[in-house]
C-alpha cells in the first residue's frame, strides 16, 4: 500500500507548512501529494508552487470539481502541469452537490449527475489521447457547441500542445453505488470518502469486484498521539461540518454515505443540529465510533494495528489527511 500526502483546501489563508510537509514526505518515500479545492482556494496552483519545490514525489488533486472549470479547461490545467512537473499528475475529480454547484460555481446541478460525470470524463481524455479534434454531443457537453443560442459557427479543434502522457491517470470521487461502479468502469482509480476497512459494502457490489491495476485511494486522518479521544476532535468537527451543512436537508451525500454505514439516526440528528445554528452540539454529536473507524488516530502501537485493517482491503493509496511531520516519519516507518 502506498503512502501519500492529503494537504485538502486552504482556510483564511495558505498553510506556510504545507511546501516543507511535501518536500519531508518525499524525502520519506511517500508516492504522492495531494490538494483540493472548495469555494476558496483552487487545487492546481497550489499543486504547481509544490511541484517547483519538488522533484519525485507524485501530485494528484483530490479533488478537482468539475462545476469549477469545464472539461477542457480542466485537461489543459492537467496536460500544463504534468509537462511542468515531468509526467507527476494525477488528475482526481469530483461533481461535489447542489449546493456548492448552484450556490457557488452558479450552474445547474446536472439532473443525471452519472451521465454528466461521464461525459466530463470522455472530453478530457479526448483532449489528452490528442487522437484527433475532440467531438462529444453529449447531454451536459457539447464540442463543439450547436445549441439554440450559439452562432452554430464552431468547430472541432485539436489541442496545439502534445500532451506529455495521453494515458495521464484520472481518478473520481464517488460515493453512492451506481456512481462507484460506474467509476470503476470509466476512470484509473477511486477516490473514496469516509472509507471504513469494516465497511466496503456500503459503496455497493463493484468494490468487491475492481479491475486489475484500479486504484483506491482514500483520505484518512492520520495522527499519532497519546490521546485518543482528543485526536479525533479534527475528525468530528470535520464531519460535524461535511455531514451537517456540506449539503442541502433534503440532499447531502455525505449524511446518505454515513446512513449507508449504518449510523443514519446520528447521520439525521448531525444535519438537524447543523442547519439550527448549533454547529458545537453537531460536532459533538458525530460518534466517536465512527470518526475513529475512518481514521488512523492513538499511539504508535494501536495505529500500527489499525493500518493493517487498511492493507488488508482494496485499497492501493492511502492518502495522510493534515499530518504533522511526526506522524509522517512514524507512518513511513509503520508502512515498511
Known sequence: MRLGVALGYWGRGPDPGHVELAREAERLGYSSVWTAESWGSDAFTPLTWIAAHTSTIGLGTAVAQMAARSPVATAMHALT????????????????????????????????????????????????????????????????????????????????????????????????????????????????????????????????????????????????????????????????????????????????????????EEARRIQELFLAGRRQEAVRAVPDTFADEISLVGPRGRVAERLERWRGGPVTDLLALAPDPHTLRVLAELNG
Open 81 to 264: 502541469l504534468d509537462h511542468l512537473s515531468g509526467g507527476r499528475l494525477t488528475l482526481g475529480l469530483g461533481l461535489s452537490g447542489p449546493q456548492v454547484v448552484e450556490g457557488w460555481y452558479g450552474r445547474p446541478f446536472p439532473a443525471s449527475p452519472l451521465t454528466a460525470t461521464r461525459e466530463y470524463v470522455e472530453v478530457v481524455r479526448q483532449v489528452l489521447r490528442r487522437a484527433g479534434p475532440v467531438e462529444v454531443a453529449g447531454r451536459f457537453h457539447a464540442h463543439p457547441y450547436r445549441g439554440p443560442d450559439g452562432t452554430g459557427l464552431g468547430r472541432p479543434l485539436k489541442s496545439v500542445t502534445q500532451p506529455l502522457r495521453p494515458d495521464l491517470p484520472v481518478l473520481l470521487g464517488a460515493e453512492g453505488p451506481r456512481n462507484v461502479a460506474q467509476t470503476a468502469a470509466i476512470a484509473d482509480g477511486w477516490l473514496p470518502l469516509y472509507w471504513s476497512p469494516s465497511r466496503p459494502d456500503a459503496y455497493g457490489p463493484a468494490v468487491a469486484d475492481l479491475p486489475d491495476g484500479f486504484r483506491v485511494a482514500p483520505m484518512a486522518r492520520v495522527k499519532v498521539c497519546d490521546d485518543v479521544t482528543e485526536g479525533l476532535l479534527p475528525v468530528k468537527a470535520m464531519l460535524g461540518f461535511y455531514i451537517g451543512g456540506m449539503g442541502h436537508a433534503t440532499r447531502n451525500f455525505h449524511a446518505d454515505l454515513m446512513a449507508r454505514m449504518g449510523y443514519e
